[in-house]
């Protein structure tokens, strides 16, 4: 990736606190939707919008999309680049 794709986004992230922290959550685990808004103190539907803007950016990945309760996520290759410099 060059630098410009970074910046471009490392500054979609970092404009929302819900992504910043939910990214930085996550981290180098696997999380429910649940477990991020507990730790973060936010609420799951705002958790789970943050979500869906991650994974539209390659930044998280869900590992059991047909799950209906129970959907862990981690943090991609590019998502563990960005967590880097957050």
């Given at each position: 990736?060059?630098?410009?794709?970074?910046?471009?986004?490392?500054?979609?992230?970092?404009?929302?606190?819900?992504?910043?922290?939910?990214?930085?959550?996550?981290?180098?685990?696997?999380?429910?939707?649940?477990?991020?808004?507990?730790e973060?103190?936010?609420?799951?539907?705002?958790?789970?919008?943050?979500?869906?803007?991650?994974?539209?950016?390659?930044?998280?990945?869900?590992?059991?999309?047909?799950?209906?309760?129970?959907?862990?996520?981690?943090?991609?290759?590019?998502?563990?680049e960005?967590?880097?410099?957050?």
């Amino acid at each position: 990736m060059n630098e410009k794709e970074l910046y471009s986004i490392l500054g979609f992230v970092k404009v929302s606190k819900y992504r910043t922290d939910t990214l930085k959550t996550i981290g180098h685990t696997y999380k429910m939707p649940t477990e991020i808004a507990r730790e973060t103190e936010f609420k799951t539907s705002q958790v789970s919008c943050a979500l869906i803007d991650l994974k539209k950016k390659n930044l998280v990945v869900c590992l059991n999309e047909d799950a209906k309760k129970g959907r862990l996520y981690r943090c991609t290759e590019l998502g563990h680049e960005i967590l880097e410099h957050l």
